[in-house]
């Protein structure tokens, strides 16, 4: 809830306060939206439409009016579609701040242009798709039953909940007092740790061999379910058989793991069948298996029938639930029944699809992919080009607008009327938007409006209406149920707290089955030597987000943490085996890049481990962005990034 004095010159934004009575959010923030008044009025904020006045990698800009700056980027694509093909435009973007307008409403310009446009992402794509082709939806359980008193266990796999998902570290902390137990498995130590009553911290990319070990235990004592297996599983004797034997040792070898964990581990699952609960990060499908890796936790529920009850599930990303209310919204949005189907890249390769001379032009929105896609070292070469007219749509200057022929000041979510589905908490939320004071600054929609208008397409239908108007239809496409809580509460959440999802264990597959398939037991022979077998000075690269950034323009209000993007991470054994010393300078380096950083310890890493947080958010920074360590080649899927699957060698200066 904000608080607005629409008289102010200036700082129209007073506040903005949590709801207490959200039984997610439970009246905080998380760390990174904390004061986002100060950034709506940021003296860095960019207020007015700027035009390179440097060379491309400088983000040196001067000064120009909007309406000159429209008039220059039409005239570009009226030149652009006079000499080449439509599909030469390219329509860069991704989620931003999960508002459904800011995101999709530009696909009615680049609809109608024909361009092409980037899909899927760089977030929770590649576990997303592995989980619906398994479950038909990758969202099965209500994060409600983090504290159902039935649990009394928690597994949280693969993500640091304190750092990155506060509201559901609330809920597990909450569960904690209810008498549940907590397992950690993860190859950092988090916060939660020292809440558990186990830690399991494995080699990264290793989960699959976990899964596969205590499989094998619940197989070998016959606790698995087996009459939710026949009713509910496809092809569940395939898995069992797989699973009967197992190279134990050198599953211990490579895990990183002693038996005497696993076993407990295993045990403890056992014992609290039917009353356990994963909660599963996007740590684990950040490999170029990744999405198997999901699979695989998954499959230990499935085998233990942890679903259909009070207190147990699978949780990844609950935005699954919303596509049912969603997708009149979307075509409403979208308008894609209008156009012929867009031509697409997959987002994750934009870089190496930039390469080709057959794009003109770039627009980037909702997105800093000079932040977050993989290989920097390409995707920077491919926005250098100086055939490629590239337009860039912030609210501050970034890595990202360094390449920009133009930058188009943008506003703010807290400034327009959009609805938003966050990616953990089922539902959708309205944002009715407060006054922005600087004149030209443009929604992501108002900008494409205008570019439309000066392209002559002002009459269209496609492009007449307001934000404000697609958001009050879209309001009016939703179920009564929804309005209704939508006018009353500015939310609308799908479950009660004891609901159950898919409590008939009637699943959205073709037959209604889970779907174990081939390609799910295919997991258990992937090609590991490249992270397994490394030199003495050759660590596997993890590039977790810093807590308090997400979005590149968190850096604004958190600058004391720019310093940290500077160093690389080892555990002190590592430190003193490879002969270095903290706070020297070190190169690190492997076959797609290399850079200085500042060595530095931290003892909840394993050894053979390094971490470079991911997300620079800082301009004109001196640091380097650990992406540029990363492999152009994306998950198996090509729906996401491999940002884990990464080697780096660290030497002396």
């Not at 959010?25 to 007015?48: A, D, M, Q, S, V």
């Not at 080699?203 to 026949?230: H, R, S, V, W």
């Not at 600054?441 to 009459?459: H, I, M, P, R, V």
Request: with cysteine; net charge neutral; aromatic share 12%.
């Amino acid at each position: 809830m904000g608080e607005w004095n629409d008289q102010a010159p200036e700082k129209k934004l007073i506040t903005a306060k949590p709801l207490e009575e959200h039984p997610f959010t439970n009246g905080f923030f998380c760390p990174k939206l904390n004061n986002r008044e100060k950034l709506l009025y940021h003296p860095r904020r960019i207020k007015t439409a700027l035009i390179r006045s440097g060379p491309k990698g400088s983000n040196s800009f001067k000064p120009i009016s909007l309406e000159n700056a429209v008039n220059l980027i039409s005239e570009k694509l009226t030149t652009i579609k006079n000499e080449f093909e439509p599909s030469s435009i390219v329509a860069a973007h991704y989620a931003g701040n999960s508002s459904l307008i800011s995101q999709f409403s530009p696909i009615r310009f680049f609809g109608k242009i024909g361009a092409t446009v980037t899909t899927d992402g760089i977030c929770n794509e590649a576990g997303n798709h592995a989980l619906s082709q398994m479950f038909g939806n990758y969202s099965t359980t209500n994060p409600f039953q983090i504290y159902n008193p039935n649990n009394k266990l928690i597994v949280v796999w693969g993500c640091n909940l304190s750092d990155r998902n506060n509201h559901a570290y609330f809920l597990v902390k909450k569960a904690i007092k209810n008498g549940s137990l907590v397992v950690v498995v993860n190859p950092i130590k988090t916060e939660l740790v020292e809440n558990s009553n186990l830690f399991v911290q494995p080699f990264p990319g290793t989960d699959y061999l976990i899964a596969k070990y205590i499989m094998n235990k619940i197989i070998a004592n016959e606790k698995y379910d087996q009459e939710f297996l026949i009713q509910h599983v496809d092809n569940y004797k395939n898995l069992i058989a797989k699973v009967e034997i197992i190279d134990e040792n050198k599953i211990i070898q490579q895990s990183g793991l002693t038996r005497e964990i696993l076993d407990d581990f295993s045990n403890l699952l056992v014992k609290f069948q039917h009353k356990t609960l994963f909660i599963v990060g996007f740590g684990p499908q950040k490999y170029f298996y990744g999405g198997k890796n999901l699979n695989a936790i998954a499959l230990i529920q499935i085998l233990l029938g942890n679903f259909g009850k009070l207190g147990t599930g699978f949780l990844f990303s609950q935005s699954g639930f919303n596509k049912e209310f969603t997708a009149p919204l979307m075509n409403y949005i979208t308008h894609s029944k209008l156009y012929p189907p867009n031509n697409r890249i997959p987002l994750v390769t934009l870089g190496p699809s930039l390469t080709s001379n057959k794009y003109k032009i770039v627009f980037i929105y909702n997105l800093n992919p000079a932040n977050s896609l993989p290989n920097q070292t390409i995707l920077r070469k491919s926005l250098s080009r100086d055939d490629l007219f590239v337009v860039v749509l912030d609210m501050f200057l970034n890595e990202t607008t360094k390449f920009a022929d133009i930058v188009i000041p943008a506003k703010f979510d807290l400034e327009c009327y959009d609805l938003i589905t966050p990616y953990f908490t089922p539902g959708i939320s309205i944002n009715q938007g407060g006054p922005c004071p600087y004149s030209d600054c443009l929604s992501n929609y108002e900008f494409f409006q205008l570019l439309a208008k000066q392209n002559g397409w002002g009459d269209d239908m496609l492009l007449q209406e307001t934000q404000k108007e697609i958001f009050e239809k879209c309001v009016e496409l939703l179920p009564k149920k929804t309005q209704q809580s939508l006018k009353l509460n500015g939310y609308f959440i799908p479950f009660g707290i004891n609901d159950i999802p898919f409590e008939d264990l009637n699943f959205p597959t073709f037959n209604g089955k889970i779907q174990i398939q081939h390609s799910d037991l295919e997991l258990f022979d992937p090609k590991l030597d490249f992270l397994l077998h490394r030199n003495q000075n050759e660590f596997h690269l993890l590039s977790p987000a810093h807590k308090y950034f997400i979005h590149s323009q968190m850096g604004e209000i958190h600058r004391e943490f720019e310093s940290v993007f500077s160093k690389i991470f080892l555990n002190p054994y590592d430190i003193e085996s490879v002969g270095l010393k903290i706070h020297e300078n070190v190169l690190v380096s492997n076959k797609f890049g290399e850079a200085k950083f500042i060595l530095d310890q931290n003892s909840a890493l394993k050894s053979g481990i390094a971490l470079i947080y991911s997300g620079l958010p800082f301009a004109n920074t001196l640091y380097e962005n650990v992406n540029f360590f990363t492999s152009e080649k994306p998950e198996e899927s090509q729906l996401s990034g491999a940002y884990f699957s990464v080697i780096v060698k660290i030497s002396k200066i």
